[in-house]
């Protein structure tokens, strides 16, 4: 199964930092572009970040650009998600899954999103 594994989240102060990881289990994440989506209660899936299969293509959202650093390491078939200067309003489940490439995403994915990790911002 295409399903990447999410983790690293957790609860932090208001200008706090965070760092994701997705893991691959069973295939390997270098064959594709990663991309991550968050979900918080009774709002829309929004897209964050997405990252290609080399490594330098890279797309965030408007209220991430700035903040939020996406990258890979191949050799440890891992992306990270770094989150910094957080808010409150990035409370969220946040999801990683695979792209065949960044302009597929966020809709078009390979397999599953992964089960999520929950990010809590909160003073």
């Known amino acids: 199964q295409l399903q990447p594994v999410e983790s690293g989240g957790g609860l932090v102060q208001p200008g706090g930092s965070l760092r994701l990881s997705c893991t691959a289990s069973?295939?390997?994440?270098?064959?594709?572009?990663i991309g991550w989506v968050r979900q918080a209660p009774g709002k829309e899936r929004e897209a964050v970040s997405c990252?290609?299969?080399?490594?330098?293509?890279?797309k965030y959202g408007d209220s991430m650009k700035g903040r939020f650093i996406i990258s890979r390491d191949n050799t440890k078939n891992t992306v990270y998600l770094q989150m910094n200067s957080l808010r409150t309003e990035d409370t969220a489940v946040y999801y990683c899954?695979?792209?065949?490439?960044?302009?597929?995403?966020?809709?078009?994915?390979?397999?599953?999103w992964g089960q999520g990790t929950q990010v809590t911002i909160s003073s």
């Open positions: 990252i290609g299969m080399n490594g330098r293509d890279t």
């Open positions: 899954a695979a792209f065949p490439n960044c302009a597929r995403y966020p809709n078009r994915n390979f397999g599953s």
């Open positions: 069973g295939f390997t994440l270098a064959l594709y572009a």
